[in-house]
C-alpha cells in the first residue's frame, strides 16, 4: 500500500517534472525564436552570415566592435529592436566606412563574421534604396550626393540622366545596383532629406526575383547549341489520359 | 529663348500654384489632388512668399522664400527664373537655413585688455558706437600717416550691388584710395583681362541659352557638374536630347564628375592647356578653316610679350627659406625644352623677365606672323608635352586632340566652349582667355546663339558687382578705369566731385594687399563678405601679418571666420535675405529682392556699415593735399594728389560736411524717401533705411545713382524698381527701353552694332595699338581697331612651379557640390556638412600604395609654403591621375589654400590655386 | 553590504561533538577586525570590477600594453593582450550544439577559460568574476537583514535541468538557448557596451531573491553556475575542513549561499568541501569561531587536516 502508494506519487511527480520541464522548455524555444527574429532588418557588420548562422554564432563579445575605428558597430542594448547583444549598425547615425583590412571580421572571435571575407567590397550588409518620391535627384534638383560619397561610385550607384520635361535641365537619376552595393549606408548618412530618402535594408526585405524559367536575352550570350543531345522519346503507354474531368464536366 | 512649350504650360500653371511640398509630384509628372493642395495651403497659413536669388555660386538661379513671424520657414527654386525653372542644387536647397547657423555674429566684437583696445586681447562686445570709434581712429592714424595708399578694402564677388558701390565710392571718391579690391580678383580677373583685352568690353558676349542651341560644348577647366551644378543639368539636357549630335568634351587635368557624360576626355598636364589652344589654331590655320570674311571684317591679329613674370614678389625678407628657389624665378627663369619651342627659342636659355610690369603691353600684329606664331605646335609635339594621364598611350590623347580640333573647325556645328577656375586661376589666365576667343574668333563662331565662348563665374555677384560696380583697384562703374583721365572726369562728374578729387595711380590688388600688409605698407585693412586668410595662396604669411602689431584689420562677416580670428574688430553683418539687394550673374542677368526677415541680434549690412563709417569723416580731413608715392599721371605733380578742398567749397560743399553727406545722403539721393512707395515694397522692411533714420532708401537711391555711369554705355541697366518688379525674374543687359540682350555684337540681337555690319566688336577700351611683329613692337603709333575684337596668339609658358624629387605631386585645389567657398555658410547647415564633413585629398591609388597609405589615412600634406593634415581618398568622385592630387578649399580644418603658391597672372593678379608642387605622407 | 554579522545569543552553554563549548561568531569591533571577516568579499569585489574595469578600460579608453590592447570582449568571449583568446566555455558548448561551425579561435579561448576554472574550482566563476553575484549577495545580505521568508522551496537541482536545458535547446532551436537570455552576459555586455533594458532582467534576479527565493537564480537556477558545479568536482583548489576543531556551531551555513555544501558529516570525512556547488567565497572561513575552516588544495585534505590551518595562516599572512 505505502510502497504503491509512494510509487505512484513518484511517477506522479516525474511526470509533473517532465511536464514542467517541457513547458518551461517550450516557452524558453518561444522566447528564443522570438528574440532571434527580433530583427531582420538589422543592418549587420561585414561578413556577417546569413541572420540564422549569424545568430547562432555570435557569441555577443563585443570585440568587433571594440576593434571598428570608426564607433559605426554597437551591441544591442536588450530592448532594442534588433537580436539582444548582437553586433549592429544604423548607418543614419555612423556608417560603415568599409576599411581595407576590415577589423571587425579579423576580431570576431567565433566566425560568426565570416574570415574568408577578404575585400570589403566583397561584404554585403544590407542593399541600399532610394525612395524616389522623395529623392531631391529624381525630382529633378542637383543633388546626387548619395553617387558622390559612395565610396564604390559608378558602380553600386549610377547616375542616369533623364529629361525633365518641364524644362531643359536634365534630371540626375541615382540607382543602386545589388551586384555592387555592401550597404555601408555611407550614402543614408549623406542624404541630406530630413528623412533619408536613401536607406539601407537587409536586401530580402525588398528584392524580387525574376522566374529561374526565364533569362534576359540582351545580358550572357548564348548561341544556339551546336552539338544538340536528343533525348530519346520515352514510352507514354503507362501514362494515364489526362484532361478528362474538364471535358467529360457539365453541360456542353 | 527658354520659354515653355504651350502643351505644358497647363502644368506649370498648376505648379505655380501649389508649393514646395506638391512640386515633386508635377515634376515626377503625376497631378495633385485638390486634397494635396488644400494640405499645403493648410501648412503654409501665415507664410508670405517673394521671389530672391540663390546666394551661392555664379550660376544665379531664382528662388522663392517663405517667411513667417520675421523668420524663413522655406524655401523653393523659382519656377519662373528662366535659369534654373523650380529647380535648385543642393546648396541652393539650404538658402534658407544658411542664417540660422548656432554661431551667428550677432554684436560687434574687439579685441581688448582692461576695457580698452588691445591688439594682444581676447575678443570682448562692444557697441556699435565703440567699434566705430576705434576704427576710426586706427584709420585716421594711418591715413594721417601714410596717405590714402596706406588704408585698404578687400571687398567681394558676393556685395551684393548697393554694397559695392558704397565701399568703391567711399574708398575711391571719399578717401581717395584705390586699394579696393574684392575676392573677384581670384576668381574671374584673367577673364575680364581677357574680355578687355579682346573686346574692349567686359562680360560673355553670349547667353545660358547658348546651351541649347549648341552643338558641341567644350568645357576647359572647369567642373561644371560640381561648380555650375544647374547649368550642367541643362548642358546634360541637351545631351541626352540627341546623344548622337551633341558632342561634349572635357579638358581637365583630374577626371571629374564633368567627364561622366562627355564624349571625350582629355587629360592634360597643368598648365599645357596654353599648348593645346595652340594646336588647334594651328589646325584652323593649317586646314584653312578660318571663317576670313569674318575675321577680315571684325577681327585684327595681336600679341605681346612673353617675359612677364608671374606675379610673384621677386625677392621678399619674409619669404620662407623653401620658397626662395620659386621666387627666384619672377626676375630669370630658364627655359625648359618644350617651352623653348613654343616659344621659338633654345632650350636652357635664361630669360629675364623684363617685361614683369608691362604685361598687358600688346600690339597688332600680321596674320603671317600669328601663322609664325602657331606653327610650332604640332600635333605631335603638343601630344607629348600635354598627356596629363601617364597611363594613357600617346596614339590615344593625340588622337583626342585631333577630335578636338575636328570638333571646333566642324563646318556647320555651333560650338560653345565654358571655361572658369582651371583657366582662370593660372599663371597665365588672362593668355588662356584670350586663346579662347582666338579660336572663335578665328572660327567666326563667337556672338550667336550656341557659338561662342563663355567664361562661366564663381560667384553670385561677380560680374555684377565686383566687375560692373567697379570695386577693383583699378576701376571705376561701368568699365571704366582709374588711370584714365577721360574716366575719371565722367565718374567725378556722376559723383559730383571737384576734379582730380580722384586718384589715377592703380591701388593695391588684393594679393598686394596681403603682402602690403606684411610690408608694412598698408596697416589698416577691412575685410567685407568675404574670407582672404582661409581663401588665399600663402596664407600662412598673411596671417602672421595681419597680427603684427601696428596692423589695424576689421571683418565683417556673419560668422565667426578665419578671417575673424585674425582680425582686431569684427563687425557682425546682415546676410542675404535680410536685407535689399541686387546681383548680377555671369550671363550679364541682373536680378533683384527685397528684404525678407530682419537680422538677428545688432547685425548690420554692409551697406549701412560703410555709410555710418562716411559719417565719421569731414571733408577737409580727406579732400586735402596726400603724398602718393608712384602717382604718375597727366595732369598732376607727381607723388601728389592735390588738396580739393577750395574747388570743393566752389562747388557749395562745406569744409565740415562728411562723406555720408556728400557721396551718400545727397539731396537727390534723399528724395528717394522710405518709407517707400508701396508698389515697390510690398509693406518689406528695410532695416538699413529703418536704422539710419534719415528718411531715405539707400539701395535704391544709389542702384539708380550707379545705373547713371551704365546708360548708354553698352552696360545699360534698368532702374531698381524694374529688378524689384514681381514680374521681372532678372534682366541682361544692355537693357534697352525695357528689354534685354541676348547676344551682344550681334546686330540681330544687340542694339548697340551699327545697322548693316552684322558683327561689331564695340567695346572702347584699348582699341589703338602698336603694331609689331611677334617678338616686338615695330611701330610705336597707334593704330585703330574700333569695333574689332583682336585675335591674340600667346606661346605656352612652363608653369613656374612643378613637381620634383622632393614635392613630388602635382595639388590642385577647388570645389566640391555640396559646399561653397570657404565653408563658412554651408558648413554650418548641417544635412550639408553631415554629408561631406571635411576636405579629403584626393589621389591615384597607385600613388597612394607607392607611399604605404590607404584609404581614409591621415597624411600630411606638404609644399614649400606650409602643410596641413587630410583624410586620403583613392576612390570617389574625383580621379586624379598618378602624380596628381586635389583638395577642396573648403574645410577650415584642411586649409589648404595656404599651402598653394601665390603665383598669380601677372596681368590680371588672380592666384593659380591649380599648380603647386606637394608632397604626402602619413600623419 | 557586509558578512553577516548575525550572532546568536547563546542561553547555555552547549558542547559540539569534539566536546568544546559552541561559540558563536561575534564580529569584532575594530576596523581591521572588521576588515579582516570581510576580506575575502573585498578580494572577490577586487576581483570582479577591477576584471570589467579592465574590459572598460580598453573599449573605452583603449587601454593596452606595449601596443596591445588589454582587454577586448567581454566575460562571453574576449581576447587578452591581443593575442590570448577567452571564452565562455558554456557558451561555446551550446554554440557548438547548434551545429554551426566554430573559428578555432573561441574554442581554444573556451578551454583555456574551461582550463582555469578547473584549476581553481569551478564555481569560483560565481563568486569571484560573475557580475550576477554582486546583485545576488547585495539581495541575499538584505534578506537576512530583513529576515525574509522563502515563499516556497523549490529543489537546487533544478539547475541540472536547466542546463539540461540549454544543451537540449540549443540542438533544438539552432541557437544557444542560454546564451540569448543570460542575464549574466546582458549585465556585464550592458555594463561595457552600453545600457539598454538588461537593468530589467537584473531587477528581476533581484526581486526574486530577496523576496521570493533566497539564492533563488544563482542557487537554483542558473545552469552556467551548474556547469561550473560539475567543473568543479575535480577542482584541486577546495576548502578544507579541520574536523577536530569543529563544534557544529553552523555559523557558516548560515553565511553560505550553498548552504548543503557544508555538510559537517561528509566534510569530516574527506577533510574539505567536496562538493562542486561550493563556489569558494570564503565566507564561511572568516566567520568560523575555531578556524576550522581553510583554502587549500585537495591533496592536502588527506595528508594532513591540521596543517591546512598552517596553509590558512599562510595565505592570510601572504595577503
Keep these: 500500500m505505502t510502497s504503491k502508494s509512494s510509487r505512484r506519487e513518484f511517477l506522479t511527480r516525474s511526470v509533473q517534472g517532465v511536464a514542467l520541464t517541457a513547458t518551461g522548455g517550450l516557452v524558453w524555444s518561444y522566447l528564443l525564436q522570438q528574440q532571434a527574429h527580433a530583427a531582420p532588418h538589422a543592418i549587420r557588420p561585414p561578413g556577417a552570415y546569413d541572420e540564422a548562422g549569424f545568430n547562432a554564432k555570435c557569441i555577443k563579445c563585443g570585440q568587433c566592435v571594440r576593434d571598428c575605428p570608426y564607433d559605426t558597430l554597437k551591441l544591442a542594448p536588450t530592448g532594442e529592436m534588433v537580436a539582444i547583444g548582437t553586433p549592429y549598425f544604423i548607418p543614419r547615425e555612423i556608417p560603415c566606412y568599409m576599411c581595407e583590412d576590415i577589423p571587425c571580421v579579423k576580431a570576431c572571435p567565433t566566425g560568426a563574421l565570416d574570415h574568408s571575407l577578404e575585400k570589403i567590397e566583397e561584404s554585403r550588409m544590407g542593399l541600399a534604396v532610394i525612395d524616389i518620391e522623395n529623392c531631391l535627384s529624381w525630382i529633378g534638383l542637383r543633388c546626387e550626393i548619395c553617387h558622390r560619397v559612395c565610396p564604390i561610385l559608378d558602380k553600386a550607384i549610377t547616375i542616369e540622366h533623364h529629361p525633365r520635361k518641364l524644362s531643359k535641365h536634365a534630371r540626375f537619376v541615382p540607382l543602386v545596383h545589388s551586384d555592387a552595393c555592401t550597404g555601408c549606408g555611407v550614402c543614408e548618412k549623406a542624404c541630406p532629406t530630413e528623412i533619408a530618402a536613401i536607406r539601407v535594408v537587409q536586401p530580402e526585405l525588398v528584392q524580387g526575383k525574376i522566374g529561374e524559367h526565364y533569362r534576359l536575352g540582351w545580358k550572357i550570350d548564348t548561341p544556339i547549341t551546336q552539338e544538340f543531345k536528343a533525348p530519346k522519346r520515352k514510352d507514354g503507354k503507362d501514362t494515364p489520359a489526362t484532361g478528362l474531368d474538364y471535358l467529360n464536366q457539365g453541360e456542353i | ?923 | 553590504m557586509a558578512v553577516d554579522n548575525n550572532t546568536v545569543k547563546p542561553d547555555t552553554v552547549k558542547l559540539g561533538p569534539n566536546g568544546k563549548p559552541v561559540r558563536p561568531f561575534v564580529m569584532p569591533s575594530t576596523l581591521v577586525g572588521k576588515l579582516k571577516v570581510w576580506r575575502y568579499i573585498i578580494y572577490r569585489r577586487i576581483v570582479q570590477l577591477g576584471s570589467l574595469l579592465l574590459f572598460l578600460g580598453t573599449v573605452h579608453w583603449g587601454w593596452s600594453i606595449a601596443g596591445e590592447p588589454l582587454l577586448i570582449g567581454n566575460l562571453s568571449s574576449s581576447t587578452l593582450f591581443g593575442i590570448v583568446p577567452l571564452a565562455d566555455p558554456f557558451a561555446v558548448l551550446q554554440i557548438f550544439l547548434t551545429q554551426h561551425l566554430l573559428e578555432q579561435e573561441v574554442v581554444i579561448g573556451a578551454g583555456i577559460v574551461l582550463l582555469i576554472y578547473t584549476l581553481l574550482g569551478g564555481r569560483v566563476w560565481c563568486s569571484w568574476a560573475c557580475p550576477i553575484n554582486m546583485v545576488s549577495d547585495l539581495a541575499s545580505w538584505l534578506r537576512r537583514k530583513l529576515s525574509i521568508k522563502d515563499s516556497f522551496i523549490l529543489s537546487r537541482n533544478i539547475r541540472y535541468v536547466v542546463l539540461a536545458l540549454s544543451l537540449i535547446l540549443s540542438v533544438i532551436t539552432g541557437i544557444a538557448a542560454f546564451e540569448w537570455v543570460s542575464p549574466i552576459s546582458m549585465l556585464h555586455r550592458e555594463l561595457i557596451f552600453g545600457i539598454g533594458m538588461g537593468w530589467m532582467a537584473i531587477l528581476g534576479i533581484f526581486i526574486f531573491d530577496l523576496l521570493v527565493l533566497r539564492d533563488g537564480w544563482c542557487g537554483h537556477l542558473c545552469p552556467l553556475g551548474a556547469f561550473y558545479g560539475v567543473v568543479g568536482k575535480v577542482a584541486p583548489i577546495r576548502i578544507l575542513f579541520d574536523t577536530p576543531t569543529c563544534t557544529h556551531c553552523s555559523e557558516c551555513v548560515r553565511v553560505c549561499p550553498e548552504p548543503k555544501v557544508l555538510n559537517f558529516k561528509k566534510a569530516a570525512e574527506v577533510g574539505m568541501i567536496a562538493s562542486g556547488d561550493c563556489t569558494n567565497c570564503g565566507r564561511c572561513i572568516t566567520v568560523c569561531p575555531e578556524n576550522t575552516l581553510a583554502f587549500g588544495l585537495r591533496v592536502q585534505s588527506n595528508i594532513s587536516k591540521k596543517s591546512s590551518n598552517k596553509l590558512e595562516s599562510n595565505l592570510r599572512r601572504a595577503t
Excluded at chain 2, 523668420?71 to 537655413?97: E, M
Design chain 2, 1 to 923: 529663348m527658354d520659354k515653355l512649350s504651350p502643351t505644358l504650360s497647363q502644368t506649370r500653371r498648376e505648379f505655380l500654384k501649389t508649393s514646395v511640398a506638391a512640386s515633386a509630384a508635377v515634376t515626377a509628372g503625376v497631378s495633385i489632388s485638390s486634397a494635396a493642395i488644400a494640405a499645403t495651403k493648410e501648412a503654409e497659413a501665415g507664410w508670405q512668399w517673394d521671389k530672391s536669388v540663390c546666394r551661392f555660386c555664379g550660376v544665379g538661379c531664382g528662388i522663392m522664400v517663405a517667411t513667417k513671424d520675421d523668420k524663413i520657414v522655406a524655401t523653393k527654386g523659382d519656377p519662373d527664373a528662366p535659369v534654373n525653372r523650380g529647380l535648385n542644387c543642393i546648396k541652393g536647397y539650404f538658402n534658407g537655413k544658411i542664417l540660422y547657423g548656432k554661431d551667428r555674429l550677432t554684436k560687434p566684437l574687439m579685441r581688448m585688455k582692461d576695457g580698452k583696445f588691445a591688439k594682444d586681447g581676447k575678443f570682448h562686445e562692444v557697441t556699435w558706437d565703440q567699434a566705430f570709434d576705434e576704427m576710426e581712429k586706427q584709420f585716421k592714424k594711418t591715413y594721417k600717416d601714410m596717405g590714402p595708399h596706406g588704408v585698404s578694402v578687400i571687398g567681394s564677388g558676393q556685395y551684393t550691388i548697393p554694397e559695392g558701390y558704397v565701399m568703391a565710392k567711399l574708398m575711391k571718391a571719399g578717401f581717395r584710395s584705390n586699394n579696393i579690391d574684392p575676392n573677384a580678383r581670384h576668381c574671374m580677373a584673367s577673364a575680364v583681362v581677357g574680355f578687355i583685352q579682346t573686346f574692349g568690353i567686359d562680360e560673355p558676349s553670349g547667353n545660358y541659352d547658348d546651351i541649347e542651341h549648341a552643338d558641341t560644348m567644350v568645357t576647359w577647366g572647369a567642373n561644371m557638374a560640381e561648380c555650375h551644378p544647374i547649368l550642367w543639368a541643362r548642358v546634360s539636357d541637351r545631351k541626352i536630347a540627341d546623344e548622337d549630335n551633341i558632342k561634349l568634351i572635357n579638358l581637365t587635368t583630374c577626371s571629374n564628375q564633368t567627364s561622366d557624360i562627355a564624349d571625350i576626355e582629355i587629360i592634360f598636364k597643368p598648365g599645357t592647356d596654353l599648348a593645346i589652344s595652340n594646336y588647334i589654331a594651328r589646325e584652323i590655320v593649317k586646314r584653312d578653316a578660318i571663317d576670313h570674311d569674318f575675321v577680315d571684317k571684325h577681327c585684327v591679329y595681336a600679341t605681346g610679350p612673353y617675359d612677364i613674370g608671374y606675379g610673384m614678389r621677386g625677392t621678399s625678407k619674409y619669404a620662407f627659406d623653401a620658397e626662395k628657389d620659386i621666387q627666384a624665378k619672377e626676375l630669370e627663369i630658364t627655359l625648359d625644352k618644350d617651352e623653348a619651342i613654343a616659344q621659338r627659342r633654345t632650350a636652357g636659355e635664361k630669360v629675364k623677365q623684363s617685361n614683369r610690369g608691362k604685361a598687358m603691353k600688346h600690339w597688332q600684329i600680321s596674320f603671317d606672323e600669328f601663322k609664325k606664331g602657331v606653327e610650332p605646335y604640332t600635333l605631335e609635339f603638343v601630344a607629348e608635352m600635354s598627356k596629363g594621364d601617364v597611363d594613357e598611350s600617346l596614339e590615344s590623347h593625340a588622337a583626342k586632340l585631333k577630335e578636338l580640333a575636328d570638333a571646333y573647325i566642324a563646318k556647320g556645328k555651333k560650338v560653345t566652349s565654358f571655361w572658369t577656375m582651371g583657366t582662370n586661376q593660372h599663371y597665365r589666365g588672362s593668355w588662356a582667355n584670350e586663346q579662347m576667343y582666338t579660336l572663335h574668333l578665328l572660327l567666326g563662331k563667337q556672338a550667336m546663339p550656341g557659338n561662342g565662348a563663355f567664361s562661366l563665374t564663381g560667384q553670385p555677384s561677380a560680374c555684377g558687382t565686383a566687375r560692373e560696380v567697379g570695386t577693383f583697384a583699378h576701376r571705376l562703374p561701368a568699365d571704366m578705369v582709374v588711370f584714365n583721365g577721360k574716366h575719371r572726369d565722367i565718374s567725378e562728374r556722376h559723383w559730383n566731385l571737384p576734379a582730380k578729387t580722384l586718384n589715377p595711380k592703380v591701388g593695391a590688388h588684393i594679393t598686394k594687399i596681403l603682402r602690403s600688409m606684411e610690408d608694412g605698407t598698408i596697416k589698416w585693412a577691412w575685410v567685407q563678405v568675404n574670407n582672404p586668410f582661409q581663401a588665399s595662396g600663402n596664407a600662412n604669411h598673411w596671417i602672421a601679418a595681419a597680427r603684427k602689431s601696428d596692423n589695424f584689420l576689421v571683418v565683417s562677416d556673419p560668422y565667426p571666420t578665419v578671417s575673424a580670428k585674425v582680425a582686431d574688430l569684427i563687425l557682425p553683418t546682415a546676410m542675404i535675405y535680410e536685407k535689399w539687394g541686387l546681383y548680377g550673374n555671369a550671363e550679364r542677368r541682373t536680378q533683384g529682392w527685397r528684404q525678407q526677415v530682419n537680422p538677428p541680434g545688432e547685425a548690420m549690412g554692409d551697406v549701412w556699415q560703410g555709410l555710418e563709417f562716411a559719417k565719421r569723416f569731414k571733408l577737409k580731413e580727406v579732400w586735402g593735399e596726400h603724398k602718393v608715392p608712384g602717382l604718375k599721371s597727366k595732369g598732376f605733380t607727381d607723388g601728389e594728389l592735390p588738396s580739393v578742398l577750395d574747388a570743393a567749397v566752389k562747388m557749395g560743399y562745406s569744409p565740415e560736411d562728411t562723406l555720408y553727406d556728400v557721396l551718400f545722403a545727397t539731396a537727390k539721393n534723399k528724395k528717394v524717401a522710405w518709407p517707400h512707395d508701396n508698389a515697390v515694397t510690398k509693406g518689406h522692411g528695410n532695416h538699413i533705411a529703418e536704422k539710419l533714420g534719415d528718411g531715405w532708401f539707400p539701395e535704391k537711391a544709389l542702384f539708380d545713382e550707379y545705373r547713371q555711369f551704365t546708360l548708354g554705355n553698352a552696360h545699360d541697366l534698368a532702374d531698381f524698381d524694374t529688378y524689384i518688379d514681381d514680374g521681372i525674374r532678372g534682366l541682361k543687359w544692355p537693357v534697352i527701353n525695357g528689354k534685354e540682350t541676348q547676344w551682344r555684337f550681334n546686330e540681330k540681337y544687340d542694339s548697340y552694332v551699327t545697322k548693316g555690319n552684322g558683327f561689331e566688336f564695340y567695346g572702347k577700351a584699348l582699341k589703338a595699338t602698336p603694331t609689331g611683329n611677334l617678338d616686338k613692337v615695330t611701330s610705336k603709333d597707334k593704330k585703330k581697331l574700333a569695333g574689332r575684337a583682336k585675335i591674340f596668339f600667346r606661346p605656352y609658358a612652363a608653369p613656374p612651379e612643378q613637381p620634383d624629387d622632393n614635392y613630388d605631386l602635382w595639388l590642385s585645389t577647388g570645389r566640391v557640390l555640396e559646399h561653397w567657398h570657404t565653408g563658412t555658410m554651408t558648413r554650418r547647415v548641417p544635412e550639408l556638412h553631415r554629408a561631406v564633413p571635411s576636405a579629403q585629398i584626393w589621389m591615384h591609388p597607385t600613388d597612394a600604395d607607392k607611399r604605404g597609405l590607404q584609404r581614409d589615412d591621415l597624411v600630411w600634406v606638404e609644399t614649400r609654403r606650409g602643410k596641413v593634415k587630410a583624410r586620403l581618398e583613392t576612390s570617389g568622385r574625383n580621379r586624379p591621375p598618378k602624380g596628381y592630387t586635389f583638395v577642396p578649399f573648403f574645410d577650415e580644418s584642411v586649409m589648404i589654400n595656404k599651402l598653394c603658391l601665390d603665383v598669380t597672372c601677372p596681368m590680371s593678379k588672380e592666384q593659380d590655386f591649380k599648380k603647386s608642387a606637394a608632397k604626402v605622407y602619413k600623419a
